[in-house]
Protein backbone atom coordinates (compact mmCIF):
# COMPACT_ATOMS: atom_id res chain seq x y z
CA UNK A 1 0.00 0.00 0.00
CA UNK A 2 1.27 2.92 -0.94
CA UNK A 3 1.31 5.84 2.20
CA UNK A 4 1.14 8.88 1.06
CA UNK A 5 0.17 12.13 3.34
CA UNK A 6 -0.25 15.85 3.36
CA UNK A 7 2.43 18.12 5.16
CA UNK A 8 3.51 21.51 6.02
CA UNK A 9 6.20 22.42 3.91
CA UNK A 10 8.54 25.81 4.09
CA UNK A 11 8.40 27.78 1.43
CA UNK A 12 10.12 30.86 0.39
CA UNK A 13 8.35 34.00 1.40
CA UNK A 14 8.09 37.31 -0.64
CA UNK A 15 10.72 38.75 1.72
CA UNK A 16 13.32 36.22 -0.78
CA UNK A 17 12.89 38.07 -3.86
CA UNK A 18 12.30 37.02 -7.10
CA UNK A 19 11.85 33.06 -7.34
CA UNK A 20 13.51 32.61 -10.84
CA UNK A 21 16.54 33.70 -8.56
CA UNK A 22 16.03 31.18 -6.21
CA UNK A 23 15.70 27.88 -7.56
CA UNK A 24 18.07 25.87 -8.99
CA UNK A 25 18.11 22.04 -11.17
CA UNK A 26 18.36 18.98 -8.64
CA UNK A 27 21.73 18.92 -6.92
CA UNK A 28 23.43 15.94 -9.29
CA UNK A 29 22.57 18.29 -12.11
CA UNK A 30 24.76 21.12 -10.96
CA UNK A 31 28.02 21.79 -12.93
CA UNK A 32 30.49 24.13 -11.36
CA UNK A 33 29.81 27.06 -13.99
CA UNK A 34 25.83 26.48 -12.30
CA UNK A 35 27.04 26.76 -8.85
CA UNK A 36 28.50 29.78 -9.79
CA UNK A 37 25.49 31.46 -11.11
CA UNK A 38 23.03 30.22 -8.96
CA UNK A 39 25.63 31.82 -6.23
CA UNK A 40 25.18 35.33 -8.07
CA UNK A 41 21.76 35.27 -8.25
CA UNK A 42 20.69 35.76 -5.06
CA UNK A 43 22.19 35.31 -1.70
CA UNK A 44 18.81 33.35 -0.87
CA UNK A 45 19.15 31.05 -3.83
CA UNK A 46 19.32 27.25 -2.65
CA UNK A 47 22.05 26.29 -3.84
CA UNK A 48 23.57 27.45 -0.64
CA UNK A 49 21.80 24.81 1.19
CA UNK A 50 21.96 21.55 -1.47
CA UNK A 51 25.47 22.13 -3.07
CA UNK A 52 27.31 24.61 -1.17
CA UNK A 53 31.03 26.28 -1.72
CA UNK A 54 33.71 24.44 -0.37
CA UNK A 55 36.43 26.67 0.75
CA UNK A 56 40.11 25.99 2.15
CA UNK A 57 39.20 26.31 5.34
CA UNK A 58 36.67 23.99 5.78
CA UNK A 59 36.81 22.10 9.03
CA UNK A 60 34.88 19.52 11.11
CA UNK A 61 33.30 22.88 12.99
CA UNK A 62 32.76 25.05 9.48
CA UNK A 63 31.90 23.04 5.82
CA UNK A 64 29.71 22.91 3.65
CA UNK A 65 27.31 20.75 5.77
CA UNK A 66 27.16 23.07 9.06
CA UNK A 67 27.16 26.08 6.83
CA UNK A 68 23.93 24.39 5.18
CA UNK A 69 22.27 24.47 8.66
CA UNK A 70 23.12 27.69 9.35
CA UNK A 71 21.54 29.28 6.42
CA UNK A 72 18.75 27.00 6.78
CA UNK A 73 17.83 28.15 10.34
CA UNK A 74 18.66 31.63 9.75
CA UNK A 75 16.74 31.68 6.69
CA UNK A 76 13.72 30.40 8.99
CA UNK A 77 14.47 33.24 11.72
CA UNK A 78 14.59 36.06 9.33
CA UNK A 79 11.65 35.05 7.43
CA UNK A 80 12.68 34.62 3.99
CA UNK A 81 11.50 30.81 4.37
CA UNK A 82 8.14 30.38 6.29
CA UNK A 83 6.01 27.02 7.05
CA UNK A 84 2.74 27.09 5.79
CA UNK A 85 0.12 27.14 8.08
CA UNK A 86 -2.24 24.23 6.93
CA UNK A 87 -1.37 20.88 5.17
CA UNK A 88 -1.45 19.97 2.26
CA UNK A 89 -0.39 18.18 -1.17
CA UNK A 90 0.74 20.60 -3.78
CA UNK A 91 -0.07 19.86 -7.51
CA UNK A 92 3.00 20.60 -9.33
CA UNK A 93 2.52 21.24 -13.79
CA UNK A 94 5.23 21.18 -15.56
CA UNK A 95 5.07 23.22 -18.94
CA UNK A 96 8.07 21.89 -21.14
CA UNK A 97 9.30 21.74 -25.23
CA UNK A 98 9.60 18.43 -26.38
CA UNK A 99 13.54 18.05 -27.66
CA UNK A 100 12.61 16.37 -31.23
CA UNK A 101 9.67 18.29 -32.09
CA UNK A 102 9.28 21.46 -30.40
CA UNK A 103 5.88 20.56 -29.23
CA UNK A 104 5.07 21.83 -25.60
CA UNK A 105 3.60 19.54 -23.42
CA UNK A 106 2.46 19.64 -19.38
CA UNK A 107 3.43 17.42 -16.77
CA UNK A 108 0.53 16.62 -13.91
CA UNK A 109 1.66 15.47 -10.31
CA UNK A 110 1.55 16.53 -7.05
CA UNK A 111 4.03 16.80 -3.97
CA UNK A 112 3.08 15.23 -0.91
CA UNK A 113 4.97 12.97 1.59
CA UNK A 114 5.69 9.26 0.77
CA UNK A 115 5.94 6.52 3.18
CA UNK A 116 9.62 4.73 2.85
CA UNK A 117 9.32 1.69 1.96
CA UNK A 118 12.42 -1.44 1.64
CA UNK A 119 12.57 -2.65 -2.17
CA UNK A 120 11.93 -5.78 -0.40
CA UNK A 121 7.76 -4.78 0.49
CA UNK A 122 7.30 -4.94 -3.33
CA UNK A 123 5.98 -1.08 -3.43
CA UNK A 124 8.46 0.74 -4.24
CA UNK A 125 10.77 -0.32 -7.16
CA UNK A 126 13.88 1.29 -8.83
CA UNK A 127 15.75 0.78 -12.15
CA UNK A 128 18.95 1.53 -11.55
CA UNK A 129 21.87 1.18 -9.21
CA UNK A 130 23.44 3.56 -7.07
CA UNK A 131 27.16 4.73 -5.92
CA UNK A 132 27.97 5.21 -1.91
CA UNK A 133 30.12 8.65 -2.62
CA UNK A 134 26.37 10.54 -3.50
CA UNK A 135 24.91 8.67 -1.15
CA UNK A 136 27.34 9.75 1.92
CA UNK A 137 27.15 13.36 0.86
CA UNK A 138 23.25 13.25 0.76
CA UNK A 139 23.22 11.79 4.50
CA UNK A 140 25.73 14.38 5.65
CA UNK A 141 22.91 17.10 4.32
CA UNK A 142 20.21 15.40 5.88
CA UNK A 143 22.07 14.48 9.17
CA UNK A 144 22.90 18.61 9.86
CA UNK A 145 19.74 19.77 8.62
CA UNK A 146 17.45 17.35 9.35
CA UNK A 147 15.08 18.36 6.15
CA UNK A 148 14.96 17.34 2.72
CA UNK A 149 14.74 19.76 0.04
CA UNK A 150 14.18 17.98 -3.13
CA UNK A 151 11.56 15.42 -4.10
CA UNK A 152 12.10 12.33 -5.79
CA UNK A 153 10.22 11.87 -8.81
CA UNK A 154 7.78 9.04 -8.77
CA UNK A 155 5.74 7.33 -11.13
CA UNK A 156 2.42 5.84 -9.88
CA UNK A 157 -0.12 3.87 -12.73
CA UNK A 158 -3.64 4.98 -12.90
CA UNK A 159 -5.21 4.58 -15.91
CA UNK A 160 -8.57 6.26 -15.48
CA UNK A 161 -6.40 9.56 -14.52
CA UNK A 162 -8.45 9.54 -11.25
CA UNK A 163 -6.01 11.64 -9.23
CA UNK A 164 -5.37 13.64 -12.15
CA UNK A 165 -9.17 14.41 -12.05
CA UNK A 166 -8.82 15.39 -8.27
CA UNK A 167 -5.81 17.88 -9.53
CA UNK A 168 -7.29 19.25 -12.20
CA UNK A 169 -10.22 20.47 -9.63
CA UNK A 170 -7.65 22.04 -7.34
CA UNK A 171 -5.80 24.01 -9.86
CA UNK A 172 -8.46 26.30 -11.19
CA UNK A 173 -7.20 29.62 -9.51
CA UNK A 174 -3.94 31.15 -9.83
CA UNK A 175 -1.08 29.45 -8.52
CA UNK A 176 0.91 30.01 -5.52
CA UNK A 177 4.23 29.92 -7.72
CA UNK A 178 5.05 30.53 -11.41
CA UNK A 179 8.51 30.59 -12.80
CA UNK A 180 10.54 28.85 -15.74
CA UNK A 181 13.34 27.95 -15.18
CA UNK A 182 16.82 28.54 -17.29
CA UNK A 183 16.06 25.75 -20.21
CA UNK A 184 12.33 27.27 -20.87
CA UNK A 185 10.17 24.82 -18.73
CA UNK A 186 7.50 26.52 -16.71
CA UNK A 187 6.67 25.51 -13.00
CA UNK A 188 3.30 25.89 -11.33
CA UNK A 189 2.32 25.04 -8.17
CA UNK A 190 -0.97 25.18 -6.43
CA UNK A 191 -1.69 24.22 -2.64
CA UNK A 192 -4.64 22.10 -2.47
CA UNK A 193 -6.00 22.01 1.02
CA UNK A 194 -9.28 20.33 1.16
CA UNK A 195 -9.91 18.01 3.21
CA UNK A 196 -12.11 16.31 1.61
CA UNK A 197 -9.87 16.51 -1.70
CA UNK A 198 -6.76 15.30 0.31
CA UNK A 199 -8.83 12.24 1.47
CA UNK A 200 -9.82 11.13 -1.87
CA UNK A 201 -6.16 11.06 -3.06
CA UNK A 202 -4.62 9.31 -0.30
CA UNK A 203 -7.66 6.82 -0.85
CA UNK A 204 -6.60 6.50 -4.65
CA UNK A 205 -3.28 6.86 -3.89
CA UNK A 206 -3.03 3.80 -1.47
CA UNK A 207 -3.14 0.59 -3.96
CA UNK A 208 -0.93 2.32 -6.49
CA UNK A 209 3.04 0.67 -6.96
CA UNK A 210 5.37 3.24 -7.12
CA UNK A 211 8.56 3.33 -9.62
CA UNK A 212 11.47 6.01 -8.73
CA UNK A 213 11.88 7.82 -11.88
CA UNK A 214 14.95 9.88 -11.22
CA UNK A 215 16.19 10.17 -7.15
CA UNK A 216 17.41 6.55 -6.48
CA UNK A 217 20.35 8.26 -4.57
CA UNK A 218 17.87 10.67 -2.33
CA UNK A 219 15.23 7.70 -1.72
CA UNK A 220 18.25 5.35 -0.62
CA UNK A 221 19.70 8.35 1.41
CA UNK A 222 16.67 8.27 3.27
CA UNK A 223 16.31 4.71 3.90
CA UNK A 224 19.44 5.63 5.54
CA UNK A 225 18.59 8.22 7.85
CA UNK A 226 15.33 6.07 8.85
CA UNK A 227 17.29 3.50 10.41
CA UNK A 228 19.53 5.81 11.87
CA UNK A 229 16.71 7.07 13.65
CA UNK A 230 14.29 4.17 13.95
CA UNK A 231 11.75 6.07 16.68
CA UNK A 232 11.61 9.50 14.75
CA UNK A 233 8.32 9.42 12.72
CA UNK A 234 9.25 12.48 10.31
CA UNK A 235 11.92 10.21 9.65
CA UNK A 236 9.91 7.41 8.11
CA UNK A 237 8.58 9.49 5.32
CA UNK A 238 10.22 11.36 2.18
CA UNK A 239 8.92 14.20 0.64
CA UNK A 240 8.16 12.87 -3.01
CA UNK A 241 6.40 14.25 -6.64
CA UNK A 242 3.92 11.80 -7.64
CA UNK A 243 3.09 11.58 -11.52
CA UNK A 244 0.98 9.17 -13.29
CA UNK A 245 2.46 7.15 -15.72
CA UNK A 246 -0.01 7.39 -17.96
CA UNK A 247 -1.32 11.21 -17.89
Given at each position: ????KP???Y?????????????T?P?D?INP????????????N?????L?E???S???AD?V??????????WIQ?????Q????G?Y???Q???????G????R????G??K??????????R?EQ?????????????R?TR?????I??L??????????E???????A??L???D??????RL??V?DA?????????M??????????????E?????????PN????Q???????????
Amino acid sequence: MANVKPFQPYRYSAKAGDPAQLITQPYDKINPQMQARYLAASPYNLVRVILGEKRYSDSAADNVYTRATRYFEDWIQQGILAQDTAPGFYAYFQDFEVPDTGERLTRKGFIGLGKLEDYSAGIAFRHEQTLSGPKKDRLEVLRHTRAHFGQIFMLYPDREGSVDRELDQATQGAPLLDVTDEYGARHRLWAVTDAARLARIQTLMQPMKLLIADGHHRYETALNYRNEHPNDLAAQYVMMTFVNMYS
